[in-house]
C-alpha cells in the first residue's frame, strides 16, 4: 500500500508516487499479513473500522469536494483520505 519515491537523475529532481487504492488489499508479506491480523481486533476495540477497497471506492457525498487535477472522475473516499495538495 505504499506509494513510491525516487530520484531522477536526469533532471536532479525527487518525486513520489502516491498510494494506488487496489493496493489497499495488499499485504506482501507474511509478516505483515500478520500484523495487520494482530491490528485488526484492536482498531475494533476502539470503535475504529479497517476499510477495503472495495469501500474505498464508493463516491464522496456530492457538498464534498477534492480539489486536485489528478482525477478527471468522481471524487471517492480513497481520494479524500489520501489527498495530494497538487
Not at 3 to 13: L, Y
Not at 18 to 44: C, F, G
Amino acid at each position: 500500500m505504499e506509494g513510491d519515491q525516487g530520484w531522477d537523475s536526469k533532471s536532479s529532481r525527487g518525486y513520489r508516487h502516491l498510494p494506488e487504492s487496489r493496493k489497499v488489499d495488499h499485504l506482501p508479506t507474511p509478516i505483515v499479513q500478520a500484523l495487520a491480523a494482530r491490528v485488526q481486533p484492536v482498531l475494533e476495540s476502539f470503535g475504529l473500522v479497517r476499510l477495503f477497497h472495495e469501500g474505498l471506492l464508493s463516491p464522496l457525498p456530492p457538498n464534498l469536494d477534492v480539489p486536485t487535477v489528478l482525477s478527471g472522475r468522481a471524487h471517492t473516499l480513497f481520494d479524500a483520505l489520501y489527498y495530494w495538495k497538487d
